[in-house]
């Protein structure tokens, strides 16, 4: 799954490509890009404020009535040459999937 959520970070149209793919077993149930939400010049933290993270884009797709804590979550980021980057969820994006009960968390390391 760590390979398709790389596919989906590809999809991404920001400088920083980010994916997140959240399955039930080998079933994907959603997926999720980072993408702006505001202009970086109106928030007072741009790197946090100014854009949905991967993970939170996946968790609001996500329709579903399965006990989350069956699910498993997968967050990917990619470099220009397509090459896995460090995508550990942020310490917020960690505490919402904490939240919701999503145990099996993996992500891509790299440089």
Request: hydrophobic letters at 40%; a positive charge.
């Amino acid at each position: 799954m760590l390979a398709r959520a790389k596919e989906v970070a590809r999809t991404s149209t920001e400088a920083r490509k980010h994916g997140c793919v959240i399955a039930l077993g080998s079933r994907v149930l959603s997926v999720g890009v980072n993408s702006r939400r505001n202009h970086p010049g109106v928030c007072s933290e741009p790197e946090s404020q100014a854009s949905f993270h991967a993970e939170v884009a996946a968790l609001r797709a996500l329709h579903t009535t399965v006990d989350f804590s069956r699910l498993s979550l997968y967050s990917a980021r990619v470099g220009v040459a397509g090459e896995p980057r460090m995508a550990k969820p942020c310490s917020a994006c960690a505490l919402a999937i904490e939240l919701l009960g999503i145990r099996d968390v993996n992500w891509t390391e790299g440089v």
